[in-house]
């Protein structure tokens, strides 16, 4: 495998930890130059092993390693670090809910990973290509580190704790004042050093590049491109989840620093050119309106950093995604018109996770974004109505349980410019300890006298 530089085509060995092109600075990409040799076991028989890896329990290929050839084939399975992520469920939608979006569709929660969030899926292979280069190369303490929303600090402070104290220490940057409690305690519980700087993620992440050009650290933001393919692991098991065939299915994703959505898009390259998949689905990209940098790209052709306002999707609140080149070469040259993009409000976005985890689910902002994008897209004819749909849910409801908070409490910022809606709001009643004043408050009919009780 190799690192390849997306803009200059420079190759470079990967037993180096780098993150931009040492030629010309472009993004990196990592890219098994025996792909092609791949094809030649066919999609049948891919499909074969990926399920029997599925059914049997070798403990290394329990998570996102299950696809160990189109992950990280470079790290030896010794190597792997497991702990728990990946194969999270597909949860259909009821029918009342169904209904509401417009379509039957799935939401894939990824909030049902180790650190609660899809980015354990980038860390694993990180961590398991820096536990490999740990063992290969001796390099001396190796300092992992990370500029963050909240959820790579999260998922990057649990998984380096995991390694050799003696090798490895941790170092998160969040933005201070822009993340929540939960996300805060995270990277806290795990052990890092946690920075907070002034500013929003844009200027966490300027920092840490900085970090990374200038010192000896592992980078573990999306940049890396090492991340990006543990993430494509969320599209293979969405292929898989779906009975290896994709074409008639639309993924809905929300979009900020851009990292997810690159690596979805490759997984579902990768498995076409190999053949375990009839055709690319659609991905339906989907931000906020206070940080759309990539919705106004795809409606004008022009692409321009945003400066960004608050956002309910708080982790997806940036104006300037760092991936966002590769998005623009895997659309252009793969997925053309099967790339969709919507905007949605910030109203929309928390109406719609509170009315979907009122049917059965536990979205946070950012899969209430996502679903809030499938309800748009599907009310303005922006993709068919036919086919199946998926919807990220990148994280748990509880991470951001402090806007669920606010928005009852009606002490929601009014930069957010979301107005409660009373049938959404709910509240705890304080009674008094006794069944008369339960009764009363429920509305409870007195059952009649002679019957006897239900025995449950
Ligand atoms: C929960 C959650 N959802 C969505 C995103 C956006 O993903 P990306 O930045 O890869 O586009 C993030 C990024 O931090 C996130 O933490
Ligand atoms: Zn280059």
Redesign the pocket.
């Known amino acids: 495998m190799v690192y390849a530089c997306i803009r200059c085509g420079a190759t470079e060995d990967l037993d180096r930890l780098l993150y931009t092109c040492p030629s010309c600075g472009g993004l990196l990409r990592v890219r098994d130059e025996n792909f092609e040799a791949l094809r030649d076991r066919g999609g049948d028989e891919w499909r074969r092993v990926f399920d029997l890896r599925r059914a049997v329990g070798v403990e290394a290929l329990q998570g996102i390693f299950c696809f160990h050839e189109l992950v990280l084939p470079h790290v030896p399975l010794e190597d792997v670090v497991y702990l728990g992520e990946g194969h999270t469920p597909l949860v259909r939608a009821n029918p009342e809910l169904a209904d509401w979006v417009g379509a039957e569709f799935f939401v894939k929660n990824d909030g049902q990973n180790p650190s609660a969030?899809f980015?354990d899926r980038g860390m694993a292979s990180a961590i398991s290509f820096l536990n490999h280069y740990l063992r290969t190369r001796r390099p001396g303490t190796v300092l992992g580190i990370c500029a963050s929303?909240?959820?790579?600090s999260a998922a990057a402070a649990l998984y380096l704790s995991y390694l050799p104290k003696a090798a490895v220490r941790s170092a998160v940057l969040l933005p201070r004042g822009r993340v929540t409690p939960q996300q805060l305690s995270q990277p806290l519980g795990s052990g890092a050093r946690v920075i907070e700087v002034p500013g929003v993620f844009d200027d966490c992440m300027r920092l840490v590049e900085e970090l990374a050009d200038r010192y000896e650290v592992f980078l573990l933001n999306?940049k890396n491109p090492v991340r990006i393919n543990g993430q494509k692991s969320f599209a293979f098991e969405v292929a898989q989840q779906l009975g290896w065939a994709v074409e008639d299915a639309t993924v809905a994703v929300?979009?900020?620093?851009?990292?997810?959505?690159t690596a979805i898009l490759e997984g579902f390259w990768d498995l076409r050119r190999l053949g375990v998949t009839d055709g690319l689905p659609r991905i339906l990209g989907v931000q906020s309106e206070h940080a759309d940098p990539v919705a106004r790209w795809r409606s004008t052709g022009r692409y321009e950093p945003v400066r960004v306002r608050p956002s309910v999707a708080q982790?997806?609140m940036?104006g300037n995604?760092v991936s966002f080149p590769k998005v623009r070469q895997l659309v252009e040259e793969e997925y053309r018109d099967r790339f969709t993009c919507v905007s949605v409000t910030e109203q929309e976005i928390l109406d719609t996770m509170l009315h979907v985890n009122r049917h059965g689910h536990v979205v946070?902002t950012?899969g209430g974004e996502a679903v809030a994008g499938l309800r748009k897209a599907l009310a303005q004819g922006l993709i068919p109505a036919t086919g199946r749909f998926v919807c990220d849910s990148?994280?748990h409801q509880l991470k951001f349980a402090g806007f669920q908070e606010a928005y009852f409490a009606g002490t929601l910022d009014p930069e957010y410019e979301v107005e409660p809606r009373p049938e959404l709001v709910n509240r705890p009643v304080a009674l008094e300890a006794s069944a008369e004043a339960v009764a009363e408050h429920l509305g409870l009919r007195p059952r009649k006298a002679g019957r006897r009780p239900n025995v449950l």
């Open positions: 969030s980015k929303t909240g959820d790579t999306s929300p979009i900020g620093n851009a990292g997810n959505v982790a997806a940036i995604p946070c950012q990148t994280s």
